[in-house]
């Protein structure tokens, strides 16, 4: 697993994975994450300073 696969399992949230598989009903839900938005949204932010400082 790559450090971003892992960051992300990190921050998944259960109740918040079952919630989007309820809304995605055609999808796997063993292959749904749940993570929140703006955690995704920090995330995303994060990997991209850490480009810039390379």
């Not at 450090?3 to 009903?25: E, G, I, M, N």
């Not at 839900?29 to 703006?38: D, E, H, K, L, Y």
């Amino acid at each position: 697993m790559d450090a971003v696969t892992q960051r992300l399992f990190a921050l998944s949230d259960d109740a918040y994975r079952v919630f989007q598989a309820r809304l995605l009903p055609t999808i796997d839900p063993a292959s749904i994450i749940g993570v929140r938005t703006p955690a995704l949204r920090k995330l995303a932010v994060s990997l991209s300073l850490s480009l810039i400082h390379i």
